[in-house]
């Protein structure tokens, strides 16, 4: 079963769009997405129509978390907060249900997904957790393999029972070794943090055990223009760059 995981999108449909060409392209049976589908871009109705039509499943992010629960709204910075808050008149009453039913976790094909951190938290950011944190948190999971995203930054942390290591991910297929538990972050759709301003995701093959980055350019201007149209943080726009 080869799965492609998304995260982050956070309103860029331009990105979003690309991305799922480049799937459509890359014999994907089952796409995934780790949340943060809204805050920050301007489009971020079509962003989770466009998901709910083609039965894209999503865990919850903390901007969803916040748009469901405004008392959450305090936990962000200033100018996410005003993002979030323009951006909760951008979603339709069917739209807010559909984000009602987005779960904390999902399990599928033996893997487990979250947006924060596992085994189910939305707001908790791998870099909050010291080594010996995460070497419980693996140690307690029914699956041996992760997808989180939160901090925008493609990552792998591997863990044999004994050694726990973290290293940048790169465009290069990695195989996983049969006796270490991962969790992996599969870095941004919409919102690149690493330095690198192409889409971001992953694409897990269960039967080979290998994953593949894939990096996928789409027209920027065209996200940062729709941002400031909407009058949503200028500064959103010239992070995308």
């Known amino acids: 079963m080869r799965i492609a995981v998304i995260s982050d999108?956070?309103?860029?449909?331009?990105a979003l769009m690309a991305v799922l060409d480049d799937i459509d392209k890359s014999?994907?049976?089952k796409v995934v997405c780790l949340g943060d589908c809204i805050g920050y871009g301007a489009e971020p109705e079509r962003v989770i129509r466009t998901l709910n039509e083609r039965g894209i499943p999503?865990?919850?992010g903390n901007h969803e978390q916040a748009v469901l629960e405004p008392e959450r709204l305090a936990w962000f910075n200033p100018v996410a907060k005003e993002s979030l808050i323009k951006t909760v008149t951008m979603l339709s009453e069917e739209t807010l249900r559909i984000i009602e039913c987005f779960p904390n976790a999902l399990v599928t094909h033996g893997c487990r997904?979250?947006?924060?951190?596992?085994?189910?938290?939305?707001?908790?950011?791998?870099?909050?957790?010291?080594p010996d944190d995460k070497r419980q948190v693996l140690d307690n999971l029914a699956e041996r393999v992760c997808f989180f995203g939160h901090t925008h930054d493609l990552s792998m942390i591997a863990y044999d029972g004994h050694t726990l290591t973290e290293a940048p991910l790169d465009p290069e297929p990695v195989a996983?070794?049969?006796d270490h538990r991962y969790a992996i972050n599969v870095g941004?759709?919409?919102q690149p943090r690493d330095g690198n301003n192409n889409a971001k995701?992953?694409?897990?093959?269960?039967?080979?055990?290998?994953?593949?980055?894939?990096?996928?350019?789409y027209d920027i201007a065209a996200a940062a223009d729709k941002?400031?149209?909407?009058?949503?943080?200028e500064v959103h726009a010239k992070r995308l760059w």
Not at 9 to 14: A, P, V
Not at 204 to 217: C, E, M, Q, R, Y
């Open 9 to 14: 999108i956070h309103g860029n449909f331009d």
């Open 27 to 29: 014999r994907v049976e």
């Open 58 to 60: 999503s865990t919850l």
């Open 113 to 130: 997904l979250v947006h924060g951190f596992p085994p189910d938290s939305v707001t908790t950011y791998s870099f909050e957790l010291s």
């Open 176 to 178: 996983l070794l049969p």
């Open 188 to 190: 941004s759709v919409g």
């Open 201 to 217: 995701y992953v694409i897990w093959d269960g039967d080979s055990a290998t994953l593949d980055v894939h990096f996928v350019a």
């Open 227 to 233: 941002i400031i149209a909407a009058g949503l943080p």
